[in-house]
């Protein structure tokens, strides 16, 4: 609903620009159909944005070449840029703060590192994080059979503002410290969170089971 809002907000605003003739439903549903058809996975961008041209051509009753086709190209990158400016306000402020002197220096994970995981110990009760809830149908499995499915795309060491960026089912997801994630596996919806960082490890809590995720 909010790129469909966007889209049209751009859309609108290219349209105005170039003084062209349109009607506001006929933008608003253009916009609905191509953020619809961009959903379907690996060709619905690239069925999306013909799809947007011919709707913006018979809307405006102008060129397609270049006016609709125009106004398209600038929508979309328009609304990439406000993409990216919406992920950065979200991240915030990733240095580390003031107090953080005596924390060890934020460094890259050893690639291909050998070591064996931590042994697994019980954090302090001062610690201890809120239980998880478990979505409802999970199938029964372990957390190592979760992380089966799972594999450390990056990681950005920095005390509680810790992230790791992992894959699972072909989808990309952040794991912040302490903050509880839905990540969709190949066999279904698990809930994680990052609970610690070391050099060549991961230490994650899979449905409110602790285990340990290799980072490579």
């Known amino acids: 609903m909010a790129r469909t809002v966007v889209l049209t907000l751009l859309l609108w605003i290219m349209v105005q620009l170039q003084k062209l003739d349109y009607f506001f439903l006929g933008l608003l549903g253009s916009a609905a159909l191509a953020?619809?058809?961009?959903?379907?996975?690996y060709f619905g961008h690239y069925l999306a944005v013909p799809v947007l041209y011919i709707c913006i051509w018979k809307i405006t009753r102008a060129s397609l070449m270049p006016d609709a086709v125009f106004t398209v190209v600038v929508s979309y990158a328009l609304m990439f840029l406000v993409k990216i400016l919406l992920l950065t306000a979200l991240i915030g402020d990733l240095r580390p703060a003031?107090?953080?002197q005596d924390q060890p220096e934020a460094r890259s994970a050893i690639?291909?590192?050998?070591?064996?995981p931590p042994?697994?110990?019980?954090?302090?009760a001062t610690n201890q994080l809120p239980a998880i809830a478990v979505p409802a149908n999970v199938p029964a499995k372990s957390a190592d059979?979760?992380?089966?499915?799972?594999?450390?795309k990056g990681v950005t060491a920095n005390g509680n503002k810790s992230m790791l960026l992992i894959s699972a089912?072909?989808?990309?997801y952040t794991l912040v410290m302490n903050e509880q994630t839905e990540v969709q596996t190949a066999t279904g919806p698990c809930r994680m969170r990052l609970a610690n960082l070391s050099e060549a490890w991961a230490t994650v809590e899979v449905n409110g089971e602790a285990a340990y995720l290799r980072i490579h």
Do not use: E, F, M, Q
């Open 98 to 100: 003031a107090d953080y």
């Open 111 to 116: 690639i291909g590192s050998k070591s064996a």
């Open 145 to 152: 059979d979760w992380l089966k499915d799972i594999s450390v």
């Open 119 to 124: 042994a697994r110990a019980a954090p302090p």
């Open 169 to 172: 089912n072909k989808k990309s």
């Open 35 to 41: 953020c619809a058809l961009d959903t379907i996975p």
